[in-house]
């Protein structure tokens, strides 16, 4: 059974930094896409950033482009989430996902395409 735990969440002033991580267990991450989501209150779920298994290609969606910056490290088992010029509407909590297939070249940007979650982290921007 694969383990998300995300970490890194917390409060900021818009226009700050935080960088998200995300450690997973198991043997195999390195075959696996990896993406952050976010969901703020009363909102659905949104995509916003995948990395295909090598760490080739990345994707974002539009409002976080030039601002957000996914990683990964496959020795440690872990993904990143890089995230500057913060703004309110950054708000929601910010969950990590696993792809659910191995080896994909490219990832949807849809939750459902990711079989494992995380319980998810915090994350606050104050105006």
């Known amino acids: 059974q694969v383990q998300l735990v995300e970490s890194g969440g917390g409060l900021v002033q818009a226009g700050g930094s935080l960088r998200l991580s995300c450690a997973a267990s198991g043997p195999t991450f390195s075959l696996y896409g990896m993406a952050w989501f976010r969901q703020a209150p009363g909102k659905e779920r949104e995509f916003v950033a995948t990395?295909?298994?090598?760490?080739?290609?990345?994707d974002y969606t539009d409002s976080v482009k030039g601002r957000f910056t996914i990683s990964r490290d496959n020795a440690k088992n872990a993904v990143y989430l890089q995230m500057n010029s913060l703004k309110p509407e950054d708000k929601a909590v910010y969950y990590c996902?696993?792809?659910?297939?191995?080896?994909?070249?490219?990832?949807?940007?849809?939750?459902?395409?990711?079989?494992?979650w995380g319980q998810g982290t915090q994350v606050t921007v104050s105006s």
């Open positions: 996902a696993k792809s659910s297939y191995t080896m994909q070249v490219l990832l949807p940007r849809r939750a459902s395409g990711f079989g494992s």
């Open positions: 990395i295909t298994y090598s760490g080739a290609t990345t």
